[in-house]
């Protein structure tokens, strides 16, 4: 069976910027962690928070002028 009709790319034009999307779910995802008690679910969700802020320094780091070394860890 031939496919007569292309499938289209869904393009939608994002209103934030990749870092300020990626804030915003750190801080959901530890607004929710919040209200967990401990246990998998919630590191499940402070992960992801650490995962999200890390990325935003990466690349904040590699938008900045040229440096000798990356930055600490917190």
Not at 8 to 32: G, P, S, W, Y
Not at 34 to 43: D, T, Y
């Amino acid at each position: 069976m031939e496919e007569s009709q292309k499938k289209r790319r869904r393009r939608v034009k994002q209103t934030m910027t990749l870092a300020e999307r990626l804030l915003q779910a750190a801080r959901e995802a530890r607004d929710i962690a919040k209200h967990l008690p401990p246990g998998i679910e919630q590191a499940r969700h402070l992960r992801r928070a650490r995962e999200a802020e890390a990325i935003v320094e990466l690349d904040r780091f590699l938008k900045a002028p040229a440096r000798s070394t990356p930055p600490r860890p917190r």
